[in-house]
């Protein structure tokens, strides 16, 4: 355990540590940059699943917008899911 998460001294200030990482996705005639952002938990909402992924911008715009996220028991698994995510909907914005 890092010592970083000492820092807590309350379960519900839910502090995290924060990972970011940037992938390019075709959308049609350009690549589109998104940046993941993963969040790792000192005591995550489901104890099972400290890291949770969340996309900056939404995909599946016009039909039905979806914001690409992921769950995962490391780092890898929550980037993998919201990487996943990203690739599942097409990117209709600007």
Known sequence: MS???FAQRDAS???ARM??????HNAGDRDVEFTI?????VTPP????????????????KTMPYTPTGWGRTLLEALSRCRDAVVRF???GD
């Open 3 to 5: 010592d970083w998460t």
């Open 90 to 92: 097409p990117y209709q």
């Open 46 to 61: 489901d104890p099972a699943m400290p890291f949770f992924a969340e996309a900056d911008k939404q995909t599946n715009q």
């Open 13 to 15: 200030e839910q502090l």
């Open 37 to 41: 952002k993963v969040y790792e938990y």
């Open 19 to 24: 990972h970011y990482f940037s992938m390019k």
